[in-house]
């Protein structure tokens, strides 16, 4: 059972700080439930994540009703679409787009989506929160942060890669991956979303830059539990900014392999394989490692990922858009160490 009283600390602040929720407003929660296709194949496990999130969401709109009763809050459940970026359908683009706050907890993120895209476009704010759990919501969990602190840190990293022409980054664990990123703007992931149109992730707290296509080089290494279902380590490796092989990873490896078509060369093959983003994770509170929405969030990892980067200053519009988590990096900006296992060296 979800507690409406252990939550609603959580729903109060990212109303009133990080959507600046105002009265007459109003406000739409979404969520994506099972398919019948869903129920015969997902594990019992993988389900009942999922409705424990639609159960989540709708907690969500029955504690915002209580506390901002002058506030409009609807509540829309669709049909699971099976993969992040996927678009959700036109009946959900049609309610998203006349309401003027979007609150997504999904399964399946809408970030990197057309529908997304076109709510914003007209002024919707937006908070995507695809993999919420109820605990995020907690008093000291990663919701519960000093946003204009955090801003301001991660406006600085924003603004070092937005100067930086060349990223090289490494790990432990036998990450080596360099790209370009001259001429590329980097972006801030705040949890502020108080503007017409601005949008982001809750929990929020990374920098993030596309980098030029073409251009990464290398390998990267996934350590285990560090990815949902993750139970062995996995190496990505990049050739002209393309996934040209994926190794180990078990049964998440297979799944990798199959869905991103490694020997064909048709425009969405290739645009799924493509080296989409490099961000790096400024949020102090966020600690799951096995929660893509938290894991990229925590402080002192460095994540990529992979398909769409169209909607954050890329030019490569895929199907998808997955992101892969890289625990103790080192970052060399121009050949300057700006981290170091893991340590921000800012100045």
């Known amino acids: 059972m979800i507690s409406n009283s252990k939550i609603e600390f959580g729903v109060k602040k990212l109303l009133l700080e990080s959507m600046g929720v105002r009265e007459g407003e109003y406000v739409l929660v979404i969520t994506d439930i099972p398919t019948a296709q869903?129920?015969?194949?997902?594990?019992?496990?993988r389900l009942r994540e999922m409705?424990?999130?639609?159960?989540?969401?709708?907690?969500?709109?029955?504690?915002?009703?209580r506390n901002f009763p002058n506030v409009n809050f609807d509540f829309y459940a669709y049909l699971?679409?099976?993969?992040?970026?996927?678009?959700?359908?036109?009946?959900?683009?049609?309610?998203?787009?006349?309401?003027?706050?979007?609150?997504?907890?999904?399964?399946?993120?809408i970030t990197h989506t057309d529908a997304r895209a076109s709510a914003t476009s007209r002024g919707v704010r937006v908070a995507s929160m695809p993999g919420l759990l109820p605990e995020m919501l907690y008093p000291d969990g990663p919701i519960d942060i000093d946003y204009k602190k955090v801003a301001s840190e991660t406006a600085r990293v924003a603004n070092l890669l937005s100067e930086t022409?060349?990223?090289r980054l490494t790990s432990e664990a036998g990450t080596d991956l360099t790209m370009s990123v001259d001429g590329r703007e980097g972006k801030c992931d705040t949890g502020i979303y108080t503007d017409p149109g601005s949008w982001g992730n809750l929990p929020a707290?990374?920098?993030?830059?596309?980098?030029?296509?073409?251009?990464?080089?290398?390998?990267?290494?996934?350590?285990?539990?560090?990815h949902p279902r993750l139970m062995e380590d996995m190496a990505i490796h990049f050739r002209n900014?393309?996934?040209?092989?994926?190794?180990?990873?078990?049964?998440?490896?297979?799944?990798m392999r199959k869905f991103l078509r490694l020997n064909k060369v048709d425009s969405v093959s290739l645009a799924r394989r493509n080296l989409a983003e490099f961000g790096v994770g400024t949020n102090p509170k966020a600690k799951r490692i096995g929660n893509i929405l938290e894991a990229e969030k925590i402080r002192g990892t460095v994540h990529i990922a992979l398909g769409d980067n169209s909607h954050i200053g890329g030019?490569?519009?895929?199907?998808?858009?997955?992101?892969?988590?890289?625990?103790?990096?080192?970052?060399e900006a121009d050949g300057v160490k700006v981290m170091v296992k893991g340590k921000l060296r800012l100045h």
Request: aromatic letters at 4%; charged letters at 25%; zero cysteines.
């Open 51 to 65: 409705t424990t999130r639609n159960l989540l969401a709708k907690e969500i709109v029955e504690v915002a009703k």
């Open 80 to 109: 699971s679409v099976g993969r992040n970026s996927a678009e959700p359908g036109v009946e959900v683009l049609e309610r998203i787009l006349h309401t003027d706050v979007l609150l997504a907890v999904t399964t399946y993120s």
């Open 165 to 167: 022409s060349k990223l």
């Open 315 to 331: 030019k490569v519009k895929a199907d998808h858009h997955q992101d892969f988590i890289i625990k103790r990096p080192t970052v």
């Open 241 to 255: 900014g393309l996934v040209v092989k994926v190794e180990g990873g078990g049964d998440v490896g297979d799944s």
């Open 38 to 45: 869903d129920w015969g194949t997902q594990s019992i496990d």
């Open 205 to 226: 707290g990374e920098a993030y830059i596309a980098p030029v296509e073409g251009t990464g080089e290398g390998t990267v290494v996934i350590e285990r539990r560090w």
